[in-house]
């Protein structure tokens, strides 16, 4: 096994109680990488086919990438493989922070979990040694109160050197959109914390020694370097840039400015109290800055609120959280933005599913569809923080309307008669803060992401909205097809590295192939990177298939094709069905997938080399 990895993958049998370790080969390591590649592969290869994603049969994956665990800036992230049992799709889902540096050190390249614990169980990893221990006591946890129980319980001299991934009671209760807390940073985004809840599994505990050995230590460290200047003087990464300063919450001016920042469940697409929830109002709440480990951007910091006689700290919120809890509720409120960020991350619930579910539910109220009985008396209004906050609680505890809305906001939609056309979500996973009818090729980004509505399986904000690398007209459909694609495959690319998508915005695929290469031994290069991204979106594509998905699914809400906003620079735009379609056919040409099914030719696949 070449340096840079463990070479080691662990599994772990929570029915019978057993752990292994087993090699990871290089072949399969190169062929793949780590992240999405390898937990794709993974899954698709050990998860039988339509395998219930709450029942013991499930597979849940905890994966790094070949730069973990050493000083490579913005990559010590970590990923959770899985099927969702919000979208029944395939999920992928990366976090910062430690946990995954911190599994590489514990000696570990993935951990596959399987089965279901006869009672409530957490794993602990401890340089190479895997137990599984009695988790009763903290069953009923906050996330936060589990992790700290935790490293009280196994604190050293090298405490800082334990870290702790947790469901809270979201994932506990089954929660579909429950997410997985790794201090303070989450595996957000299709409900692998009710996956881990399923399988009575409370947590995840990592201890390791930091040994780490690398091919070419010399070259690695030149690489470093280079890659830390070119952050330092980026304009977005470097001192004085919008992502030290603020990190995501900037967006929300830029979004307002193109007329693509949703408010009140998708009626319009802007805000009148935009100013009151962008970067500079939350910035007032700062407490202290954050930064991922070995990581010079420090795009997080924690703010704090107060809100109903009570302190809330939260790490954020990021610009999804303001979006979906904020603008999308017609609430201007930072300080119960702030709170509400902080509840789901209690609780462990995904904040975008979450805001977008409760959106959903308070034009359903506004418009009759539900009632106060159904609401157990709450007036869900639009724009009320106290109900916003009442319902974050009644989902993660799955108590009275929330039972309905912890299913998301596709099941709560089939529910209720005439919501199909406003649930904004696309194949179950609801949709984030940019609206393609400002920018239509982010409808293509929506339409094909593997885990469903997702804007970090590709973004046109750079493209559309910035304008970067030339001026695209958003508003139109020519060539959007190609430039989706391209996208997909550079995410894909940071994805199989457990790289930050932050950080590729100073650090070229050619500065990560040769960081790859001088951490391994590999003489590996920028087309190999892309070709093992394309191998993994192949791989995710043919999951999805035999999950029973197909060009029928591949598309987007009603509101979208049919109802514009009646304000702002995006007035009177609607995504026009037909030429979506054909951007839907121009894309399965460009990506060598069969024109009228949306399914990889086999010509495609026997180039990349993956077996149906």
């Known amino acids: 096994m070449p340096a840079g990895y463990t070479g080691k993958i662990g599994w772990i049998d929570l029915t019978r109680g057993t752990t292994e370790s087993k090699d990871l080969d290089e072949g399969t390591a190169r062929k793949y990488l780590g992240g999405k590649g390898l937990g794709a592969h993974l899954l698709y290869k050990h998860l039988k086919p339509d395998t219930d994603p709450l029942g013991p049969g499930n597979i849940l994956i905890f994966v790094t990438g070949p730069l973990t665990g050493t000083t490579f800036p913005t990559a010590s992230r970590s990923g959770v493989i899985t099927k969702s049992p919000l979208t029944g799709t395939f999920l992928d889902s990366y976090s910062g922070g430690f946990f995954g540096t911190q599994m590489t050190w514990a000696g570990f390249d993935a951990l596959v979990v399987t089965g279901r614990a006869a009672e409530p169980t957490y794993v602990l990893v401890n340089n190479g040694k895997i137990s599984l221990m009695d988790a009763q006591g903290l069953w009923g946890l906050s996330t936060s109160e589990c992790e700290q129980q935790l490293k009280d319980a196994h604190k050293t001299e090298e405490a800082e050197r334990i870290s702790v991934a947790a469901i809270g009671q979201a994932g506990e209760n089954g929660v579909k959109f429950a997410n997985i807390i790794n201090e303070k940073r989450a595996h ?42 070119k952050i330092a003087d980026h304009p977005m990464t470097g001192k004085g840039g919008v992502f030290p300063k603020m990190g995501t919450m900037m967006t929300v001016d830029l979004t307002q400015e193109t007329g693509t920042l949703q408010t009140k469940n998708w009626q319009e697409n802007t805000f009148g109290l935009s100013e009151k929830i962008n970067g500079e109002a939350f910035l007032k709440y700062s407490v202290r800055p954050r930064a991922c480990f070995a990581c010079p951007i420090g795009c997080s910091r924690d703010t704090r609120a107060l809100q109903r006689g ?107 008669p005439g919501t199909e056309d406003f649930a904004m979500h696309v194949k179950g996973l609801e949709l984030p803060g940019y609206d393609p009818r400002g920018m239509k090729g982010q409808g293509l980004t929506y ?127 609607v995504v026009d069905r037909d030429a979506f379609e054909k951007m839907i056919e121009e894309y399965y040409e460009v990506a060598g997938w069969d024109r009228a099914t949306g399914i990889p030719t086999d010509e495609k696949l026997k180039a990349l080399g993956i077996e149906r």
């Open 188 to 229: 957000g985004r299709g409900g692998a914390g009710a996956v881990m809840g399923s399988k009575n599994l409370k947590a995840v505990v990592l201890k390791g020694d930091g040994k780490f050995p690398l091919a070419d230590e010399p070259g690695y460290r030149e690489i470093v370097k280079r890659c830390r200047k």
């Open 310 to 416: 009570r302190e809330y700290i939260t790490e954020g919120p990021d610009y999804e959280t303001i979006y979906a809890m904020g603008s999308n509720c017609d609430i201007g409120d930072p300080e119960v933005i702030i709170a509400a960020d902080r509840l789901c991350d209690d609780y462990g619930m995904d904040t975008i599913s979450c805001g977008v579910t409760i959106g959903f539910a308070m034009e359903c109220f506004e418009r009759g569809l539900i009632s106060r009985e159904d609401t157990g008396g709450i007036e869900l209004t639009f724009g009320n923080g106290d109900v916003l906050l009442d319902t974050i609680e009644l989902i993660g505890k799955r108590e009275g309307i929330g039972e309905l809305l912890s299913e998301g906001v596709m099941r709560a939609s089939g529910k209720i």
């Open 447 to 573: 339409a094909l992401s593997d885990r469903g509505g997702c804007h970090v399986r590709s973004n046109t904000l750079r493209t559309e909205l910035l304008g970067l690398p030339e001026p695209i007209d958003r508003y139109g459909y020519t060539d959007k097809a190609a430039m989706v694609w391209n996208l997909q495959l550079a995410y894909a690319t940071c994805d199989c590295i457990i790289a930050c998508l932050f950080g590729a915005f100073a650090i070229t695929p050619e500065d990560f192939a040769e960081a790859i290469s001088a951490a391994t031994g590999w003489d590996l290069t920028p087309e190999e990177l892309r070709t093992i991204a394309e191998r993994a979106w192949n791989t995710t594509r043919l999951f999805n298939v035999r999950e029973g998905f197909g060009k029928q699914d591949d598309t987007l809400p009603g509101r979208l094709f049919a109802q514009s906003s009646t304000a702002g620079p995006s007035k009177g735009q």
